[in-house]
């Protein structure tokens, strides 16, 4: 930015998750985005300083049209605004998700074409350490240490000096006290480091800050303990080498992908509908891609989707069903062949996502290792649990007879965990019939405005949930397991006992 130029307007915009956001029109007619992270985005000076330099490998390196940052600071001591910021460019252009539900089937199948060929420039490029992407000297600064880019092939031309490879800064690894120990946050050479180095930074954190605490999915009566965990990650460990295949050559190749393609995320021309951005590359991570691939968030069917070669079409009886039902037909066979397109054009131009799209062990083997980070303080043992347990089931057909499955549940564990897991299921079942009517918002998160009426319908609906039970028990449980917990009602509970 000019520094002559003079900010005249400000306006704040929709926020995201992790990112305040505010929109300045100079007196020269342009206009900048200046972003700042929430503290739920991660360490602030990592996050900013491994995200800056990220954009700028993304336009010089895949020639990705991330927007160009203008001016930066990681370190809110330094400057005027005091707090760590980007001001970037204003992506040209309009958000998908503003035009999506517009546009003809035939552009939407072009725009998953064109993300397709950005996919293939990420993958085309391939690195041989885990990690997130640094200046050289944001990095030394912040460490103390740098570790230089490699590539797994020569690529002449190609000079990587300026930057360096650093810690992760996604915000589980830094959150709840985390930034204050001393844990294995990358970069790695191995594969087997990053799974081994996730269950040590756990094992470290429970040591530290995990208390006994009720569990109602599990007891109504009796404490889950730290042990509890100790014991689960015990068998992690034991297979946490096997997670990530090491004979196949594709499997530990680490490439930068985007963290979260939505369609809010991607930037096109309102009229030719050519990509002109693609935004939020905040934590993006330079990982092995059999951790990385899949569909991304802005084509992916949320229900069943068929295997194979299949085009999906109307059912037989289709003009047969009410006019809603129709059209609730029609947006699911539009979402479900947009996801096939997407996995279409990757199997033929980008073999080495392929292989990964196709295998249906690659969801079973990656489970663990996102559930590991937080598995504590997220509540999160039962689906580690769940995810151990399926590998176990399929050790088989995964690693073939010649290799021992070094893991097993008791009888009594797993007839725990079938209990545990259903009353997981039951209420997540009722609340997806909630959220579908749309009478409770999707994860909790409403807009101010609609807060008041959100409330009502939790109360309203919390005694819908509480009228299925068939006992006093089973009412007690209920009454623990419903998510959207009202302070007044924890009150009013411990004032009467």
């Given at each position: 930015m000019e520094l002559n130029t003079v900010g005249i307007k400000v306006l704040k915009v929709a926020e995201g998750m992790h990112n305040k956001a505010f929109v300045l029109t100079m007196d020269n007619g342009m206009e900048v985005v200046a972003k700042l992270p929430n503290p739920n985005a991660g360490p602030p000076r990592y996050t900013i300083a491994s995200e800056v330099a990220t954009r700028k490998m993304l336009r010089d390196v895949f020639t990705i049209p991330?927007?160009?940052?203008?001016?930066?600071?990681?370190?809110?001591?330094?400057?005027?605004?005091?707090?760590?910021?980007?001001l970037e460019e204003k992506a040209p252009g309009s958000?998908?998700?503003?035009?999506?539900?517009?546009?003809?089937?035939?552009?939407?199948?072009?725009?998953?074409?064109?993300?397709?060929?950005?996919?293939?420039?990420?993958?085309?490029?391939?690195?041989?350490?885990?990690?997130?992407?640094?200046f050289k000297e944001d990095i030394q600064r912040l460490t103390g240490k740098s570790d230089a880019v490699q590539l797994t092939t020569d690529r002449r031309g190609l000079n990587l000096d300026q930057y360096a490879m650093g810690p992760l800064t996604i915000a589980g690894l830094w959150t709840s006290g985390r930034g204050q120990m001393n844990l294995d946050r990358g970069p790695w050479q191995e594969p087997q480091s990053y799974t081994r180095g996730l269950v040590a930074n756990e094992k470290a954190?429970?040591?530290?800050?995990a208390k006994p605490r009720m569990n109602y999915f599990r007891s109504l009566e009796d404490l889950e303990f730290p042990e509890h965990a100790f014991q689960l990650l015990a068998?992690?460990?034991?297979?946490?080498p096997l997670l990530i295949p090491s004979e196949n050559e594709a499997a530990p190749a680490n490439i930068l992908w985007h963290p979260d393609l939505h369609l809010d995320n991607v930037?096109?021309?309102?009229?030719?509908?050519?990509?002109?951005?693609?935004?939020?590359?905040?934590?993006?991570?330079?990982?092995?891609?059999?951790?990385?691939?899949?569909?991304?968030?802005?084509?992916?069917?949320?229900?069943?989707?068929?295997?194979?070669?299949v085009v999906p079409e109307r059912p037989e009886n289709f003009d047969a069903l009410p006019l809603d039902e129709q059209k609730r037909v029609d947006r699911d066979l539009?979402?479900?062949?947009?996801?096939?397109?997407?996995?279409?054009?990757?199997?033929?131009?980008?073999?080495?996502?392929?292989?990964?799209?196709?295998?249906?062990?690659?969801?079973?083997?990656?489970?663990?290792?996102?559930?590991?980070?937080?598995?504590?303080?997220?509540?999160?043992?039962v689906f580690l649990r769940d995810a151990l347990i399926a590998i176990s089931l399929r050790w088989n057909e995964i690693f073939g007879e010649d290799t021992p499955c070094p893991i097993k549940f008791s009888a009594e564990e797993l007839k725990q965990h079938v209990r545990e897991g259903e009353n997981v299921n039951s209420v997540e079942d009722m609340l997806s019939m909630f959220r579908d009517q749309r009478v409770l918002p999707a994860n909790g998160v409403v807009h101010p405005e609609d807060y008041q009426t959100a409330v009502e319908n939790c109360r309203k609906y919390?005694?819908?949930?509480?009228?299925?039970?068939?006992?006093?028990?089973?009412?007690?449980?209920?009454?623990?397991?419903?998510?959207?917990?009202?302070?007044?009602?924890?009150?009013?509970?411990?004032?009467?006992?």
């Open positions: 991330a927007p160009r940052v203008l001016s930066w600071s990681c370190d809110a001591t330094s400057n005027s605004v005091q707090a760590e910021y980007i958000r998908l998700g503003a035009l999506w539900n517009e546009v003809s089937r035939k552009t939407k199948l072009a725009i998953v074409q064109q993300v397709v060929g950005l996919d293939c420039s990420l993958t085309a490029v391939q690195f041989k350490m885990h990690g997130c992407f640094y954190w429970i040591r530290r800050f068998k992690y460990e034991q297979v946490a930037f096109v021309d309102p009229v030719s509908y050519e990509i002109t951005g693609i935004v939020d590359w905040q934590s993006a991570t330079v990982a092995p891609l059999f951790c990385q691939s899949g569909i991304h968030r802005a084509f992916r069917h949320c229900k069943s989707v068929r295997e194979g070669w539009e979402s479900e062949i947009i996801h096939k397109y997407y996995e279409a054009k990757t199997l033929k131009r980008a073999p080495c996502h392929r292989q990964y799209l196709q295998q249906p062990m690659v969801p079973v083997l990656r489970k663990p290792i996102w559930l590991v980070t937080g598995v504590w303080e997220n509540s999160n043992l919390k005694q819908v949930f509480l009228d299925a039970a068939e006992n006093q028990y089973e009412r007690d449980l209920y009454s623990r397991l419903w998510p959207y917990q009202d302070v007044s009602d924890d009150i009013e509970h411990a004032i009467v006992s």
